[in-house]
């Protein structure tokens, strides 16, 4: 089976992703897709989290094992497929990539194609350009502050804010993606 994963950012309006990837692959290979579709650097950490409809986390699915609670079941990207824990479409994902400021890409898996298989995932749109990687601290902290000014004096937010996570759910399901095809 193969999934089809949309990737939307809150900080950039017009970026978009499509990747799709065989079912039974990895999380880790699903995090490595978007990498390289985006230009990130591998080797920085990051978690996957599952949500509900309305984007709240629940589930992690971490790079590493940070050490958690033996009470708790631990989902390790490298050792989880897909399948494990997507099980329909509309299943929502978080991937946050900057654990400092905790700026991540939003994921819904659009839809399944059973009976056909995919060996490599591959990115079938690319609409925009990502946002940076990695941030600079100080920008970072005054758009906090100016973010706090701005709440206090009711006034809208500058829609550069990093992490800002009010976006519109409509960007899934965009004009501009016709239905692709898959080969076995």
């Known amino acids: 089976m193969i999934f089809n994963f949309r990737i939307v950012s809150d900080e950039v309006d017009n970026f978009k992703r499509e990747i799709q990837i065989d079912a039974d ?6 995090r490595n897709a978007i990498c390289d579709s985006v230009g990130y650097d591998k080797g920085q950490f990051s978690s996957f989290f599952l949500c509900d409809d309305g984007w709240e986390r629940s589930q992690e699915i971490s790079l590493e094992d940070m ?6 079941d ?20 978080v991937w946050v990539f900057d654990y400092m400021t905790d700026r991540s890409f939003f994921i819904e898996m ?3 194609v059973p009976g056909k298989h995919l060996h490599d995932p ?6 925009g350009d990502a946002p940076a990687q990695f941030v600079n601290l100080d ?14 004096a009711a006034t809208d937010l500058d829609d550069e804010f990093y992490g800002d996570t009010d976006y519109n759910d409509d960007e899934f399901d965009a004009a501009g993606f016709d239905e692709m095809t898959f080969d076995e």
Do not use: N
């Open 110 to 112: 659009k839809r399944s």
């Open 25 to 30: 692959a990895t999380f880790l290979d699903l």
């Open 122 to 127: 591959l990115c079938s749109i690319s609409m």
């Open 74 to 93: 631990v989902y390790l990207m490298e050792d989880t497929p897909l399948s494990d824990l997507i099980e329909d479409e509309g299943q929502r994902l």
């Open 139 to 152: 920008d970072f902290d005054a758009k906090i502050d100016a973010k706090a000014a701005a709440q206090a």
């Open 67 to 72: 050490g958690s609670d033996s009470s708790e």
